[in-house]
């Protein structure tokens, strides 16, 4: 009676810290007991706080109690071991409805713990013990407990199937292979097995790397989605500064750019997440199928295998992410940069310029899909022609503009210009009002000893006369020098001849997205002189260099 009510209090003698029965038990002060090593470890942490409490009821105590092991309560654990985990050990070991039983036993039947694949029988740990002792039964192959050994039998002859029959693709017995597979090519199981097993690990090897590079695919559309919220919030707020500087007339605006942000927004990360989504599927599936292949591996049943193998569906289409490719920067950055340039031409902006604002937050495109190719007539190039002025708080005190500042002159004198921070101060240079993004194309006419025609980042050194000034000369800018007998094209101070017919006209093209930069001949033909291919991190402007000639002039051409 009193063993039963040990067993009924098991719990009561379990340690609330390490949640096993007491070892060494202890009672501290409040009355709750423990093991030993366990409510030292948990003062042992409390050391610094110079109070002691207990983990149960929060009890502190002051100084630190000394322990001392409580011999009754050792005693009823003692006792308590000797009964109910061997009451329990022993209903484990019998056979429930998910187990292989043993074959031998009689009554109530134990777990089997090998299967013979000679005997076809399963064995519990007493009745596998001949296996082990008899000589000729050592030489029989155990492996993990069964209930499919019937399938290594040859329904005909009733023999043990060892063979396998690459002509039928099937597993067959010694006489099947003189029988109704004669002259088939015949060969051991354990031979096509260690042939299927060489498929085996080269499929698993292709399904592990296809999973690491679907991680890192998810990984950085992740990375993706984070940058493309915090791009696009930095550009409602910048653009919210700027709109407010604006008052009435642009509040409205104001409103739209943020609503087309947002809407851009949305949808670009709902198309990474989209992706996202894809390849984590095909993640679980690869790791499924993964999974699948190892515990067929590993079974070393050569019948069961080869039973299973061809049964495996095939694995499916990889998706395709080769067309993944991530913007290095900020991706709204472009929209900024277009209500900025809103900003400084008020009454222009409601007629001419808000297409700017659209366009760039539309060119917002996180997953960079295939760039339509690259024009190769001069009808294709101005489908995305640009009309292009310069800005006179850029322009050298020794160029003159005209032509409502499309075209530029070399003079003499310097010009009277205002004080600007934006004006290159020492080459005669300027740059374009307009920022460029998306795909666009324009046309300068130069005439005099030579002119520079360029593209250039927001950015560029303008006051000095360094290299850091200079278009062509630094990494901020990509140049083609222009005279009569040569072209020359110069990026990061290093210069190239470009070959191709001398023309006063040439063609540019820009696809900001895909970083292409492509400099034409103009005449009665298109000719293309040089090809930049890059990845471009802010908007661009246009740029014009002026040789140092009284009268050199160079001009954007009106296109339209």
Same mark, same amino acid.
């Given at each position: 009676?009193?063993?039963?009510?040990?067993?009924?209090?098991?719990?009561?003698?379990?340690?609330?810290?390490?949640?096993?029965?007491?070892?060494?038990?202890?009672?501290?002060?409040?009355?709750?007991?423990?093991?030993?090593?366990?409510?030292?470890?948990?003062?042992?942490?409390?050391?610094?706080?110079?109070?002691?409490?207990?983990?149960?009821?929060?009890?502190? $105590?002051?100084?630190?109690?000394?322990?001392?092991?409580?011999?009754?309560?050792?005693?009823?654990?003692?006792?308590?071991?000797?009964?109910?985990?061997?009451?329990?050990?022993?209903?484990?070991?019998?056979?429930?409805?998910?187990?292989?039983?043993?074959?031998?036993?009689?009554?109530?039947?134990?777990?089997?713990?090998?299967?013979?694949?000679?005997?076809?029988?399963?064995?519990?740990?007493?009745?596998?013990?001949?296996?082990?002792?008899?000589?000729?039964?050592?030489?029989?192959?155990?492996?993990?407990?069964?209930?499919?050994?019937?399938?290594?039998?040859?329904?005909?002859?009733?023999?043990?199937?060892?063979?396998?029959?690459?002509?039928?693709?099937?597993?067959?017995?010694?006489?099947?292979?003189?029988?109704?597979?004669?002259?088939?090519?015949?060969?051991?199981?354990?031979?096509?097995?260690?042939?299927?097993?060489?498929?085996?690990?080269?499929?698993?090897?292709?399904?592990?790397?296809?999973?690491?590079?679907?991680?890192?695919?998810?990984?950085?559309?992740?990375?993706?989605?984070?940058?493309?919220?915090?791009?696009?919030?930095?550009?409602?707020?910048?653009?919210?500064?700027?709109?407010?500087?604006?008052?009435?007339?642009?509040?409205?605006?104001?409103?739209?750019?943020?609503?087309? &942000?947002?809407?851009?927004?949305?949808?670009?990360?709902?198309?990474?997440?989209?992706?996202?989504?894809?390849?984590?599927?095909?993640?679980?599936?690869?790791?499924?199928?993964?999974?699948?292949?190892?515990?067929?591996?590993?079974?070393?049943?050569?019948?069961?295998?080869?039973?299973?193998?061809?049964?495996?569906?095939?694995?499916?289409?990889?998706?395709?992410?080769?067309?993944?490719?991530?913007?290095?920067?900020?991706?709204?950055?472009? &929209?900024?940069?277009?209500?900025?340039?809103?900003?400084?031409?008020?009454?222009?902006?409601?007629?001419?310029?808000?297409?700017?604002?659209?366009?760039?937050?539309?060119?917002?495109?996180?997953?960079?899909?295939?760039?339509?190719?690259?024009?190769?007539?001069?009808?294709?190039?101005?489908?995305?022609?640009?009309?292009?002025?310069?800005?006179?708080?850029?322009?050298?005190?020794?160029?003159?503009?005209?032509?409502?500042?499309?075209?530029?002159?070399?003079?003499?004198?310097?010009?009277?210009?205002?004080?600007?921070?934006?004006? $290159?101060?020492?080459?005669?240079?300027?740059?374009?009002?307009?920022?460029?993004?998306?795909?666009?194309?324009?046309?300068?006419?130069?005439?005099?000893?030579?002119?520079?025609?360029?593209?250039?980042?927001?950015?560029?050194?303008?006051?000095?006369?360094?290299?850091?000034?200079?278009?062509? $000369?630094?990494?901020?800018?990509?140049?083609?020098?222009?005279?009569?007998?040569?072209?020359?094209?110069?990026?990061?101070?290093?210069?190239?001849?470009?070959?191709?017919?001398?023309?006063?006209?040439?063609?540019?093209?820009?696809?900001?997205?895909?970083?292409?930069?492509? $400099?034409?001949?103009?005449?009665?033909?298109?000719?293309?002189?040089?090809?930049?291919?890059?990845?471009?991190?802010?908007?661009?402007?246009?740029?014009?260099?002026?040789?140092?000639?009284?009268?050199?002039?160079?001009?954007?051409?009106?296109?339209?």
């Amino acid at each position: 009676m009193a063993q039963k009510g040990v067993q009924l209090d098991q719990e009561t003698f379990s340690c609330s810290i390490c949640l096993d029965l007491l070892k060494d038990p202890v009672a501290i002060p409040c009355g709750h007991s423990y093991c030993m090593n366990c409510i030292k470890s948990h003062w042992d942490e409390e050391d610094g706080k110079k109070l002691h409490s207990c983990p149960q009821c929060r009890q502190t $105590f002051t100084p630190r109690p000394v322990l001392l092991k409580n011999t009754m309560l050792a005693v009823l654990v003692e006792e308590l071991k000797k009964t109910g985990p061997q009451a329990a050990a022993a209903d484990h070991c019998y056979a429930g409805p998910e187990d292989v039983a043993c074959d031998v036993c009689t009554g109530r039947r134990l777990k089997a713990i090998k299967s013979c694949l000679v005997c076809l029988a399963s064995y519990c740990e007493k009745h596998l013990q001949p296996h082990y002792e008899a000589a000729p039964l050592k030489k029989h192959k155990l492996v993990d407990p069964s209930n499919q050994l019937q399938q290594n039998i040859c329904s005909r002859h009733d023999e043990v199937m060892k063979m396998f029959c690459r002509t039928d693709q099937q597993c067959i017995c010694y006489l099947c292979s003189v029988d109704e597979h004669k002259g088939h090519d015949t060969v051991s199981a354990a031979a096509e097995r260690t042939e299927r097993q060489r498929e085996l690990e080269g499929s698993r090897l292709n399904i592990q790397q296809r999973i690491q590079d679907r991680e890192k695919d998810v990984k950085l559309l992740h990375q993706q989605v984070e940058a493309v919220n915090l791009s696009a919030d930095e550009a409602v707020k910048d653009s919210e500064k700027i709109f407010t500087e604006l008052i009435r007339l642009l509040e409205n605006r104001s409103s739209d750019v943020k609503q087309q &942000v947002r809407s851009r927004q949305k949808r670009e990360v709902s198309r990474v997440k989209e992706l996202q989504e894809k390849l984590e599927q095909e993640i679980a599936e690869l790791k499924r199928k993964d999974a699948e292949l190892k515990l067929l591996s590993h079974t070393e049943d050569h019948n069961h295998f080869l039973h299973n193998y061809p049964s495996l569906p095939p694995l499916g289409e990889a998706t395709d992410s080769t067309g993944i490719h991530i913007r290095p920067l900020s991706s709204f950055e472009d &929209v900024t940069a277009a209500v900025s340039e809103v900003r400084d031409q008020l009454q222009d902006v409601l007629k001419e310029k808000w297409t700017n604002v659209s366009l760039a937050v539309t060119e917002v495109d996180v997953l960079l899909s295939h760039s339509p190719a690259e024009p190769t007539s001069r009808a294709g190039l101005l489908r995305y022609s640009r009309e292009l002025t310069l800005d006179p708080n850029t322009v050298n005190t020794h160029l003159l503009l005209s032509e409502g500042n499309r075209k530029v002159t070399f003079m003499r004198e310097q010009q009277s210009y205002s004080s600007h921070t934006g004006r $290159f101060i020492y080459w005669p240079q300027v740059l374009s009002r307009e920022s460029l993004t998306g795909r666009c194309y324009w046309e300068v006419e130069w005439r005099g000893t030579g002119a520079v025609v360029a593209v250039s980042y927001k950015n560029i050194s303008r006051t000095g006369n360094s290299y850091e000034c200079l278009f062509g $000369f630094n990494d901020k800018s990509w140049a083609l020098d222009c005279t009569k007998e040569r072209y020359t094209f110069c990026y990061n101070k290093v210069g190239a001849p470009v070959s191709g017919p001398p023309s006063s006209r040439v063609g540019v093209y820009l696809d900001h997205s895909a970083g292409i930069l492509s $400099f034409y001949s103009v005449s009665e033909t298109m000719t293309l002189l040089h090809r930049v291919q890059t990845t471009f991190t802010q908007p661009l402007y246009a740029g014009l260099w002026i040789y140092h000639q009284y009268e050199n002039t160079a001009e954007f051409c009106k296109l339209k």
